[in-house]
């Protein structure tokens, strides 16, 4: 699977306190095309951070600028996911 993210979304991406092994390691093995962040890895990590992303957007871990960045990742990789998101 592939990602391809703005700058913006990259970076609260990167702002997340200890993400799992896994989404770490996707995230600094990224590459930047044509000024835009694209991840690749399997379904599995991808809804890692999913999950990920959900507690923080939950738990209040992130700043509301964050939150909104995060939310549009979510989208991305899974439109479906966006009934599941805790707010």
Same mark, same amino acid.
């Given at each position: 699977?592939?990602?391809?993210?703005?700058?913006?979304? %990259?970076?609260?991406?990167?702002?997340? %306190?200890?993400?799992? $092994?896994? *989404?770490? %390691?996707?995230?600094?093995?990224?590459?930047?095309?044509?000024?835009?962040?694209?991840?690749?890895? +399997?379904? $599995? *990590?991808?809804? $890692?951070?999913? $999950?990920?992303?959900?507690?923080?957007?939950?738990?209040?871990?992130?700043?509301?600028? +964050?939150?909104?960045?995060?939310?549009? *990742?979510? =989208? =991305?990789?899974?439109?479906?996911?966006?009934?599941?998101?805790?707010?």
């Amino acid at each position: 699977m592939k990602l391809i993210l703005t700058s913006r979304q %990259y970076n609260a991406l990167c702002d997340i %306190y200890g993400p799992p $092994e896994n *989404v770490h %390691y996707m995230l600094m093995t990224s590459t930047l095309e044509n000024s835009k962040w694209v991840l690749e890895d +399997n379904q $599995e *990590v991808f809804s $890692e951070l999913l $999950e990920t992303n959900n507690k923080e957007i939950a738990e209040g871990f992130c700043s509301a600028k +964050n939150a909104q960045l995060l939310f549009a *990742v979510c =989208k =991305k990789i899974d439109p479906a996911s966006l009934n599941w998101i805790c707010f």
